[in-house]
């Protein structure tokens, strides 16, 4: 039996964006989460902000990965969405604080996250079907 993927929508003053998410076991815990608004943290070309939920890291978590992946940081109970490097890259590496679940990715621009700024409000809300 195939479900259909998991989308959301993550929304801040300047812009929104979608995105597909992977069956994990920290998607489902996020999409019982919501909708949840959330503060805007800014970390290099990273956003990142709190959700409110608690999940374990998985076996899978990495801690480099591609622009435009949708992570969560298990350490700060945190969405985080690099679209370039960070403070700690190496060269043009998406480099994230610690290990992250990987749950899937943006779809469109994420340099598009660029215009999120540190203290917005954010909105992450179901999206299937949109």
Excluded: K
């Amino acid at each position: 039996m195939q479900t259909q993927p998991t989308r959301i929508r993550i929304s801040w003053p300047a812009g929104h964006l979608t995105a597909t998410l992977d069956d994990t076991p920290t998607t489902r815990a996020l999409t019982d989460a919501l909708p949840l608004t959330s503060t805007a943290c800014v970390w290099g070309e990273e956003v990142y902000f709190d959700t409110g939920i608690t999940v374990s890291r998985e076996t899978d978590a990495r801690q480099v990965v591609e622009p435009g992946t949708v992570t969560f940081w298990t350490d700060g109970d945190a969405l985080a969405l690099p679209y370039g490097p960070t403070p700690i890259s190496r060269g043009e590496e998406c480099r994230l604080a610690g290990p992250c679940n990987v749950m899937g990715r943006l779809d469109g621009d994420a340099r598009l996250l660029a215009t999120v700024r540190p203290g917005d409000p954010v909105r992450v809300e179901n999206a299937t079907g949109a």
